[in-house]
């Protein structure tokens, strides 16, 4: 592409100032358009994007020439805003903040119109783009731990650990949404499809907001795996993600901070230190700046991106299930 | 390289159960590092082994710490190298509140309950005008009482720091009058601006490019020979660190959040020109002892 890609941010919370900044560090990407429906958001964010255009809400951004869009409002949003894009023909190329709806009948209907507009699409499940994951799905790939036995993950933040915080919790779309989408899509990265066969949650201040989740799951081929998400829990001073999985070999313990690897004769560990977890720009963690630049050079190249539509879809259809199996099991 | 003065300082982050290595060491160092107590004791061991200051984001525990470290008579308190925003906090509290009008809302009760009147006055400036400069200025003038509150005016504040979040933030988006505003205010304020990063070449190129001299400024960078947390990698911030032209650099990371042992970081470290200093921070009673003296010894 010989001319700057042009990109508009819809939502100006922390995760789209977040990914514009990303964005404009970057070369060849212009942050042409800002959309955020609140007037003082705006009146302070017209200082600091003078050269953007900002506006309040996306029908606005019709008359604007757009290459992309990232989409990072609050996720019961997502369905709405991202249906609107591609129905305005704003542009084919849009990333979407996890998860891609707040359910699996938008999810699905978002997928179905991505794929008749075409164009390349993306959603923000950066943990694939950690140095820690990566190593691990590249150790799964060459099979070091021979057949997969079983799996335990979890997600855990302190996030409404407190009494007082947790009235606020349900504006987030649950526990569920929010972190253990993260660990359900490294989750099907790396062992395919999976079916919940148990599911509890929990609402910790009883207003039916779902601030912890406990289930069950196994594959095609038999795995099984056993996910833990809560944002209650005390000691997560930042959210972390992180999986144990057993195979016939030995196990491999991943979180963000490193892998270990544990065969019968040989142990090994690495930390990020030693996976070369640099960035070209690093804001936040490194994984946004590998993410926007793989999503951006997906769209310069036009080769589908992963986790696409199709992928993000996947991970909504195992909460869906967890949600109706948390329901049925009572 | 002898000849050099090097500042020696402990850094907070294990103080708020913050271990870069892995969290799960964190969190198997217990809660009794971060009880002000506890912390204000290992400052006070680095302290008495060769640490000059202290540097800290501004939080409530790390203002506990410096109201204990302050409150003998008989010490003299450190100098003082105060990180603001706490941005981690502050994203914590965004999440909590709603987003960042429920932060802002949070703040400005914050503020209004101060009784800082000048910061308020400042920040009602800011809220009219709609203007982040003058409203950064205003947070500055909260957070600058807040300190000295704490320490009762004893110690110097040395510099302070615009946090790496706020200032990858700003260097991203081109904010240069943001940067411009930030040094000038606290020149007149005869404290010394610093700015923390995590993008020191790119730093260096946008301060070249805006014609911006940081030469009056402290600027805090991880430094180490793994080259971790040196973005884009190694060799360009060693090579903006030799064209900076002046010795204003505190060195963070030097142990690549405990990857390596004082000694090689030493080795590696004393051979960089431009930088005027190190940060670490020490989470046991051995370590705030053994690890102060090593770099004395070695860097000085």
């Given amino acids: 592409m010989g001319r700057d890609l042009r990109v508009a941010v819809i939502g100006l919370g922390k995760m789209g100032l977040l990914h514009a900044s990303i964005l404009n560090s970057m070369p060849n990407i212009e942050v042409s358009a800002l959309c955020e429906k609140s007037f003082l958001i705006r009146r302070i964010f017209r200082k600091i994007f003078k050269e953007a255009r900002l506006v309040g809400d996306v029908e606005k951004l019709s008359s604007s020439e757009i290459d992309a869009v990232y989409v990072t409002t609050p996720i019961p949003s997502h369905y709405f805003i991202t249906k609107d894009v591609y129905l305005r023909g704003l542009t084919n190329n849009v990333f979407v903040e996890k998860t891609l709806g707040a359910n699996l009948p938008q999810s699905k209907e978002l997928c179905e119109i991505a794929r008749n507009c075409g164009g390349i699409n993306m959603v923000g499940y950066m943990k694939r783009f950690s140095v820690t994951f990566k190593k691990t799905k590249a150790l799964l790939d060459q099979s070091v731990l021979g057949h997969l036995k079983s799996f335990e993950t979890y997600a855990y933040s302190s996030d409404f650990a407190s009494e007082n915080t947790l009235s606020r919790s349900a504006s987030r779309g649950g526990v569920l949404c929010d972190l253990g989408s993260h660990i359900v899509d490294l989750a099907l990265w790396f062992f395919g499809d999976l079916d919940v066969e148990s599911a509890v949650m929990e609402s910790t201040n009883g207003s039916g907001s779902e601030d912890t989740a406990d289930f069950k799951v196994r594959s095609l081929d038999g795995l099984e795996g056993h996910f833990e998400v809560s944002w209650c829990k005390r000691g997560y001073r930042l959210p972390e993600f992180g999986l144990t999985i057993r195979g016939s070999n030995g196990t491999v313990r991943a979180d963000g901070d490193k892998v270990e690897l544990d065969l019968e004769d040989e142990k090994t560990r690495w930390f990020k230190q030693d996976l070369d977890d640099k960035v070209r720009f690093l804001l936040g963690d490194p994984e946004y700046c590998r993410e926007d630049e793989y999503f951006t050079n997906s769209i310069s190249t036009n080769i589908r991106p992963e986790p696409s539509f199709d992928s993000a879809t996947k991970v909504d259809h195992v909460i869906d299930q967890v949600r109706r199996r948390a329901t049925a099991d009572g | ?300």
């Fill in chain 2, 1 to 300: 390289m002898a000849d050099r003065t090097w500042i020696l300082l402990v850094g907070d982050n294990p103080f708020h159960g913050v271990s870069h290595l892995s969290q799960e060491r964190a969190r198997g160092r217990g809660d009794e590092i971060t009880l002000p107590e506890k912390a204000s004791h290992l400052v006070r061991t680095a302290l008495d082994n060769g640490a000059d200051g202290f540097m800290f984001s501004v939080s409530d525990t790390t203002l506990s710490i410096l109201e204990l470290i302050s409150g003998s008579e008989n010490d003299e308190l450190p100098d003082l190298y105060p990180l603001v925003p706490y941005a981690y906090e502050y994203v914590r509290l965004a999440t909590q509140a709603g987003g960042i009008s429920g932060l802002g809302r949070r703040f400005a009760r914050q503020l209004l309950s101060s009784r800082n009147f000048k910061a308020i006055a400042m920040g009602f400036r800011g809220v009219v005008a709609m203007d982040p400069a003058t409203l950064l200025k205003a947070y500055l003038g909260y957070e600058i009482q807040r300190i000295r509150s704490s320490t009762g005016g004893k110690g110097s504040i040395r510099s302070i720091l615009l946090h790496e979040m706020i200032a990858d933030m700003a260097l991203a988006l081109n904010l240069d009058w943001l940067f411009k505003s930030y040094i000038d205010f606290l020149k007149e304020l005869k404290i010394r601006p610093g700015i923390e990063t995590r993008n020191f070449a790119y730093l260096v190129d946008r301060f070249q490019e805006w014609d911006l001299d940081p030469k009056g400024v402290l600027i805090a960078a991880p430094f180490n020979r793994l080259g971790f947390q040196m973005n884009p990698s190694r060799e360009p911030c060693e090579r903006a660190l030799e064209q900076l032209g002046a010795r204003n650099v505190i060195a963070m990371s030097v142990l690549a959040s405990g990857y390596l042992d004082p000694a090689e970081a030493a080795e590696y470290i004393k051979k960089l020109p431009n930088l005027t200093g190190i940060v670490v921070g020490v989470s046991k009673e051995k370590h705030a002892s053994e690890t102060f003296r090593l770099f004395r010894e070695e860097l000085i």
